[in-house]
Structures are given as structure tokens and as C-alpha cells.
């Protein structure tokens, strides 16, 4: 802290002594913290940054504001994990300095010590990020995003700034940030992928320290309400075969399906210069809205996600190719209010980690998102039904026999191709409602009773997502921690990932439907504290 520049925090009326918790009550218990979920021990967070797997330990950086419980001067934070469930905060990792505050970026293992950073013997972890000069954006000037390098020489504990900084320099567009650095060994080439305005522009480096434009994607494609942030160009063997694609995330700010922040992708080829999106997709999107469709849901690009809280998340570097996996995390926050929520130690929280799945649909590709296997990890104990049970009306607290339902919540059922079926969870005074409507062809999460909404008129908003073919089958896995709720349907096919701030845990569990329903299965589970 003692680093950081004093004018710079004047500059955004910062106060100069860090802001310590004061409250009584002790740490990680006080009112909607995360039990389950990632969040930082105080202060300010937002996007996920530089997570790179190295020797057993996962790392996650955080754009982190150390002094206040709002969005100000960014550092990076930093916290690892062997398990990704469980986490161990660590000092921050990357402080302002003359260039500017730290931004968004990544973090890559320089194996081969490419970059001259460190040894063959012992090669660096370098993590690239967006310097933003708070100075030259007050002066007007158009240059004030840059690209700079730190490295670390022993597994991320402290970090050194490149003597060379900016490594790129601005082309004279305001947004210019959030670099996402991966090997592209076909091309045998550092690929930096780098959000533009709105699109995304790629960039070759054979030492991560002078790079060279390859080429621009996503000018006139996808959606465009608002500013293109923390794009990851992601390699992925379709499940099940071994063709691959290219994945492109791209976050964006406004203009998800259901306000605010939210992230699209697309999928296509990437030759070692240009992304090639492919026809079917393109077709996909450029597609007029089904007028006979009854859902309300205007769709205008692909979503990983249709919940409103599910930001600038990527992909962990390094993974080693045993695992094969595309280990995930987003920001679970929305710029529409997350300066606002109600919270007061700490502010914003992590996603649950996810396992990225790119499935052949037809002629087309979409990614799925799965919770890790690690989350069993928190699985305490269990209950489950032991045979198919048929109703409109289900009380799950008393079918498994529990006062409180578990945190997190397996069901399969069995639905009529018109059929609705509405998901109360609840804790006798306030609720989240998530329904399945097969007549319209659409899925609804209203958190408008879920106890604290009035900080932001939007809040209270439903959310929508549309479904391509009524779900005859519906599974779900959902997890609901103090302050948060993750519903993945049919594996990860449709997510809503939504932030709410009842007063107690929401523990009881009803389903109901307009008609008999078949619940093919449910089971339970209690889940531990990341924190203990
Ligand atoms: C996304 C973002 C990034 C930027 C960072 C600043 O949430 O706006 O584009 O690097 O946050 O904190």
C-alpha cells in the first residue's frame, strides 16, 4: 500500500488511510457473506485477473481497490488455491506506479524464459495487464490505455514491473485493454487478444515484450450495446470427438439480454492471424427473431450466461494437458449496480468455478458451463429421494426429510412440452422464483422478493433466457450460497448466475407446476465453508 502514489488516490478523493473493518462481528460471518463463493477479505473487487495454474496451486489476481469498498485506484489483488474451492488470500501483487493503475490482464508461465525475465533455470510467470493513466485521460488525451509486464520469480509471491514499459503503446483509441495471453503453439507465437472499443484485435509476440497486430475481429458481428472488455481466445476440443474450434469470449458493458454487463462468445477458426467466425454461427446471429416464438426474449448475440451477475470471467492458463480442462471464473457482479450492494466489509464476490464444454448442436457449436468436480470437495452431507415422485405441488424439505435444504440442489424432472414449472426457494419471508415455461419457450428468475432490491430501481427486474425446444427432460444443479444463486440447466445449456441479499439463508424448496409433474430425482447436499 505504501507503494501507491498519494496524489493519484487524492485524485479520485480516496481517503489515504485504508478503510479496516470495524464491525464486531468476526470475519467471513458477517451479514451476506459467501460461504461458498470467492470474495476478497476487504474492500473492493472486480474482473478475475492473471489466473495461471502453476505446481499445484491455482492463482486468481482480482482488480482490487485496497482502500475503499467502491471502485477507485486498481491494484491487483491476489489469492491461490490447490483445489479451487478453497482459498488463501495473499498480499496484493501489483500496485499503481508513473505508467498508470493496473487494469485487467493475464498471466502466462514463460517456460522456455522467452522473454529474457527470468532463467532457463528458473523461468518467470509474467502477467500482462492495462496500465491506465488517470493523469492523461484527465488531460483529454486519447492515449492513456497501454499494455505493461510484471514477472515473478518465485511462483507469484512478489513481483517485478518490466524496465520497459509500455509494451504497447496506444493506438489512440480510449479503450484499448484487458490483454488475454496465451502459446498459440501452431503458430509457435504469444497470442495476445486485446479488447478495442468494440472488437477485439489480436497481436504476435515471439518474447511478450514487443508484439505485432495480426489482425481485428467483431466490427459489424455480435452484440454492440456497449463496450467490448476481457475477451479469451480459447482453443477447445468439441466434447465428445476430437475436432477443434476457437471460442472467443468477449465480455460486454452494457448490452446483455438482461441489462447491464454480461458475456457473449463466438465460435469459429483461428489460423495464427485471423479469427474466422464460422457460417453457421454467423447465420445464427445475424438471424431475424422468431416472431412465432411466444418468449419475450430478444436475443441478439450468444451468451455464456443469462443471469445478470456473470462478468469479465476467463479461462486459467497453464492447466496442465493431463487435466485438458477450461477451468473458469467471472466477476459475480453487474456495473449497473455493483457499487451499490449491500454489503460493507468487502464488495463483490467470485462465480463458482466452471468447466467450459464446447457441444456439437446440429450443424452449430455452444459452450456449456459446468460447475468443477472440486465443488464436491464442500459436499458435507447428503439426502435424496429414493423414488420418482409425481404432483403439482412439492414440498422438497419435507420429501427429503431436512428443515433446511442443502446449498446445493440436484433435480431431474420429467415436463409436458406446455408444461410450467415454478422453483421456490425461499426462507419463509422472501424468495427467488426461477420457472420453466415450456409453452413459451422461455426460462424466468425473479429475485423480486428476495429481500434487499431497492439500492438499484433494476434489480427487481426478471430474467430471461429462451429455449430453443420445450425441456421435456430439465435438469438442475443449483447452488445457493448467503447472497448469491447458480442454476445450470440440462448440463450447463442454459446458466442464470444472480446476486440477492435476503435476510436469512433461503433453505425451504417448493415446486409447482399448472399440471402434475414427474420429479425423476432430487437430491441434496449441505456444503462446508470455504472458509474454514
Ligand atoms: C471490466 C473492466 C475492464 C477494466 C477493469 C477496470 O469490468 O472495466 O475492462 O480493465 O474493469 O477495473
Not at 435476503?502 to 441434496?524: F, G, V
Request: net charge neutral; proline share 6%; with cysteine.
Amino acid at each position: 500500500m505504501k507503494k501507491v502514489i498519494p496524489a493519484l488516490l487524492v485524485s479520485f478523493g480516496v481517503a489515504l488511510t485504508p478503510l479496516v473493518a470495524t464491525a464486531t462481528t468476526p470475519l467471513y460471518q458477517e451479514a451476506y457473506r459467501p460461504q461458498q463463493h470467492f470474495s476478497p477479505l476487504q474492500q473492493w473487487m472486480n474482473d478475475p485477473n492473471g489466473m495461471v495454474y502453476l505446481d499445484g496451486e491455482y492463482h486468481l489476481f482480482y482488480q482490487q481497490n485496497p482502500y475503499a469498498n467502491i471502485w477507485g485506484p486498481m491494484h491487483w489483488g491476489h489469492a491461490v488455491s490447490k483445489d479451487l474451492v478453497h482459498w488463501e488470500h495473499l498480499p496484493t501483487a501489483l500496485f499503481p506506479d508513473k505508467h498508470g493503475t493496473i487494469f485487467s490482464g493475464s498471466a502466462v508461465f514463460d517456460h522456455t524464459n522467452s522473454s529474457g525475465l527470468g532463467t532457463k533455470e528458473n523461468p518467470p510467470l509474467v502477467a500482462i495487464f492495462t496500465y491506465h493513466d488517470h493523469w492523461a485521460e484527465k488531460l483529454g488525451t486519447k492515449t492513456f490505455q497501454t499494455q505493461g509486464l510484471a514477472y515473478s520469480l518465485d511462483k507469484g509471491r512478489s513481483w517485478t514491473k518490466y524496465a520497459g514499459n509500455p509494451v504497447l503503446p496506444s493506438p489512440g483509441i480510449p479503450d484499448f485493454r484487458d490483454p488475454k495471453v496465451v502459446w498459440h503453439a501452431e503458430s509457435k507465437q504469444w497470442l495476445m487478444t486485446l479488447a478495442v472499443k468494440d472488437k477485439i484485435s489480436f497481436y504476435g509476440s515471439s518474447n511478450l515484450k514487443k508484439w505485432r497486430h495480426l489482425s481485428d475481429f467483431g466490427q459489424d458481428i455480435g452484440a454492440h450495446g456497449g463496450v467490448w472488455e476481457c475477451p479469451d481466445l480459447i482453443k477447445m476440443k468439441v466434447e465428445g470427438s476430437d475436432k477443434e474450434k476457437y471460442v472467443l469470449l468477449v465480455s460486454i458493458n452494457p448490452g446483455a439480454p438482461n441489462g447491464g454487463s454480461g458475456t457473449q462468445y463466438f465460435v469459429g477458426d483461428f489460423d495464427g492471424k485471423t479469427f474466422k467466425l464460422d457460417a453457421e454461427f454467423e447465420n445464427d446471429l445475424n438471424a431475424p427473431v422468431d416472431q412465432s416464438l411466444k418468449t419475450d426474449v430478444v436475443d441478439k448475440g450468444v451468451w455464456l450466461d443469462f443471469g445478470t451477475d456473470n462478468y469479465a470471467g476467463v479461462t486459467w492458463s497453464n492447466v496442465p494437458e493431463s487435466d485438458g480442462r477450461h477451468l473458469f471464473i467471472g466477476w459475480m457482479n453487474n456495473w449497473n449496480y455493483a457499487n451499490k450492494v449491500p454489503t460493507d466489509v468487502w464488495r463483490s464476490a467470485m462465480t463458482l468455478p466452471r468447466e467450459l464444454v464446447l457441444v456439437k448442436q446440429g450443424g452449430d457449436y455452444r459452450v456449456q458451463s459446468r460447475l468443477v468436480a472440486e465443488v464436491g470437495r464442500l459436499h458435507e452431507s447428503s439426502r435424496a429421494i429414493d423414488a420418482p415422485v409425481k404432483a403439482k405441488s412439492l414440498d422438497l424439505n419435507k420429501l427429503l426429510g431436512v428443515n433446511k435444504i442443502g446449498q446445493r440442489i440436484q433435480l431431474t424432472l420429467d415436463l409436458k412440452a406446455d408444461q410450467r414449472a415454478q422453483f421456490n426457494f425461499g426462507n419463509g419471508k422472501q424468495s427467488v422464483v426461477f420457472t420453466i415455461d415450456n409453452a413459451k419457450q422461455e426460462l424466468m428468475l425473479d429475485r423480486s422478493r428476495s429481500g434487499k432490491v431497492d439500492f438499484e430501481p433494476g434489480f427487481a427486474k426478471v430474467q430471461l433466457a429462451p429455449l430453443t425446444e420445450p425441456l421435456v427432460r430439465a435438469e438442475l444443479d443449483i447452488v445457493v450460497d448467503q447472497s448469491s444463486i447458480e442454476i445450470f440447466v440440462n448440463k450447463g445449456a442454459s446458466v442464470f448466475t444472480s446476486q440477492m441479499f435476503p435476510d436469512s439463508p433461503l433453505d425451504q424448496l417448493r415446486i409447482s407446476s399448472d399440471s402434475e409433474l414427474t420429479l425423476a430425482s432430487a437430491k441434496s447436499f449441505t456444503l462446508g465453508s470455504i472458509w474454514k
